[in-house]
């Protein structure tokens, strides 16, 4: 230490607000220094000698002091009053704890509020696209059950007695889905040109590009007007350019929908049983029993149908009685691949007209090809 | 006694119990500290009248803006500025009156006696002679006080009397700690001179 960090030091030394260390070495530096050792002894002294005696005020000062103070206490503004109650109440509200509860009842608020906006938005989309009358996944399901209801009741139900009992068996959403539904086919119906217009589209792409070029126009106009004519007329082509494409499955989806509409529903399932071979072939290709199979399957279905109006397909059950019963187990497990469900569950329940004879198959499958 | 109870309690403490509205506590602040406030000022305006005025000033200045008085502050520190304050008013006030203040050194000179009489208590188990001397010396002492330059005199006072620490007075009179470090070294030097004839006296004493 030299004689300048000395002398900023020195006061500090003298009135003991000098740390430890600071303090040794200028010890250290007096020791070596007469002239900082004289200062600092001279300055100690002064310091203990020139201690400046207090002198006492006059006695009654305390209770003049303390008559002025109260005087001044009531007389003080109301505001300045205020101000000494909220700095003591501050003074007690101010502290870490409480602080830090207002915070968090800020931070938990806050994002309380941030949750509660959340449903509401959610609960607005939905009426929102109904209003426009877009097709949404749940309103598809709703057609779907609208359309299943007169297949149900297997009569030529009209469209709002289809929807009074989706409305009846169905819960309050479903019933509002099918009003949607509605919603859905008057705004179709006001589309009726433009769907028409897409169909055509569609229908001459599949002449001049071919059917993989048609099927997604197909497919788009099925999805924008869905439950019009047009839209059935659309999946009815685009299950003749699956079956072209020898894509079964895709084209039997599509028939076992259409068969749910009563102006396609001879169509579509005359469609769908002559898709049945060809799914069969497909199932049981590597089975070495597959024309056994699909001979059995074509007995039974004559069998169980005895008022088919082929008499040899009769003759032809009645020739091999044996070879039913036998062919029938293998045959149970062939068709039940889960995308031709919409066909194989049907069977069982269907009428026997339903199931076509051979003969009225074959001539279908002429016109359809 | 309860007043004895609250010696121990702390200015900020006190302070804070008045804010609440205790009366007594109050009471207590102006018993602890009307003597050293009354030396700050009185050393400074040098009338003991008037010195005594300033002083009831001060104490109503505490009440009236407790409101103000923030628990983490010293409540020295915070009184002081306030007795500081009230002094250079009034110093300022008097500079206007032709400087009526400049004929009291000489009267405090006349009062030496009765100043000796005034602090004679401060010492009372000393025997006669050394009270004498004392009596003495502290009269001299108070003279080279109240002849120092205002700025040091200040420093001197709020640190000696207030025990102010010298980062609260560099803040109170905003200038730099070094500058009250060294206006405090001028101070004691000076002092130094003024005693320096009594100064064998001091460690005959000791």
């Known amino acids: 230490m030299d004689c300048e960090k000395f002398d900023q030091n020195v006061i500090d030394a003298l009135y003991d607000e000098l740390d430890e260390l600071t303090m040794a070495s200028m010890k250290r530096h007096m020791e070596t220094c007469s002239r900082c050792a004289s200062a600092f002894s001279a300055l100690r002294a002064t310091r203990e000698v020139a201690i400046l005696p207090l002198e006492e005020p006059s006695d009654e000062l305390e209770s003049r002091i303390l008559f002025a103070a109260s005087a001044a206490q009531r007389t003080t503004p109301w505001h300045k009053k205020a101000l000494r109650g909220l700095a003591w109440a501050g003074s007690h509200a101010m502290r870490p704890q409480l602080a830090m509860a207002a915070v968090f009842v800020l931070v938990i608020g806050s994002s309380l509020l941030f949750l509660r906006a959340k449903p509401g938005t959610t609960s607005l989309i939905p009426v929102r696209v109904t209003e426009r009358g877009e097709p949404t996944p749940e309103r598809d399901e709703g057609a779907e059950a609208a359309m299943e209801a007169p297949a149900a009741a297997a009569s030529a139900a009209p469209e709002p007695l289809a929807q009074t009992v989706a409305a009846g068996d169905g819960s309050g959403s479903r019933a509002a889905d099918t009003k949607d539904d509605q919603d859905a086919n008057a705004e179709a119906e006001k589309g009726k040109n433009s769907a028409q217009v897409a169909l055509d589209d569609a229908r001459s792409t599949e002449g001049l590009q071919g059917c993989d070029a048609a099927l997604s126009k197909y497919d788009d106009v099925g999805v924008r007007f869905a439950g019009t004519s047009q839209a059935a007329e659309a999946m009815w082509s685009a299950a003749a350019c699956h079956k072209k494409r020898g894509d079964a499955e895709r084209a039997r989806e599509l028939y076992g929908a259409l068969a749910k509409r009563d102006e396609y529903k001879d169509k579509a399932e005359e469609a769908l049983n002559e898709l049945a071979p060809i799914q069969n072939n497909a199932a049981a290709s590597a089975a070495p029993a597959a024309t056994a199979t699909v001979a059995a399957a074509k007995a039974a279905a004559t069998s169980t149908s005895s008022q088919a109006p082929g008499g040899g397909a009769r003759a032809g059950a009645n020739a091999a009685p044996a070879a039913a019963p036998k062919a029938a187990a293998p045959a149970k497990p062939a068709p039940a691949p889960p995308s031709g469900e919409g066909y194989n569950t049907r069977v069982p329940g269907s009428t026997g007209k339903e199931n076509a004879s051979p003969q009225r198959r074959a001539v279908s499958s002429d016109s359809a090809l | ?206």
């Open chain 2, 1 to 206: 006694m309860a007043p004895a109870v609250r010696e121990d309690v702390t200015d900020e403490v006190l302070m804070m119990r008045f804010q609440g509205g205790d009366r007594s506590s109050f009471a207590a602040l102006v018993r602890k500290h009307k003597t050293p406030f009354y030396n700050f000022i009185v050393r400074q305006i040098r009338t003991p009248q008037v010195a005594e005025d300033l002083v009831q000033d001060v104490f109503v200045k505490i009440v009236q803006n407790a409101a103000d008085f923030k628990h983490e502050a010293r409540f020295t520190t915070w009184a002081y500025a306030i007795a500081r304050n009230l002094c250079i008013d009034h110093l300022r006030k008097m500079s206007h009156r032709k400087h009526p203040s400049l004929d009291q050194p000489s009267r405090a000179d006349d009062d030496g006696p009765t100043l000796g009489e005034r602090t004679a208590d401060l010492s009372p188990g000393a025997h006669v002679e050394r009270a004498a001397i004392g009596g003495e010396m502290q009269t001299r002492i108070v003279h080279a006080v109240e002849q120092l330059p205002e700025e040091q005199r200040e420093v001197f006072l709020l640190r000696e009397v207030g025990h102010v620490p010298f980062k609260d007075i560099a803040e109170m009179t905003g200038v730099s700690e070094n500058t009250v470090k060294s206006r405090m070294r001028y101070a004691l030097e000076r002092l130094q001179n003024a005693l320096s004839e009594y100064e064998d006296y001091a460690r005959a004493l000791r």
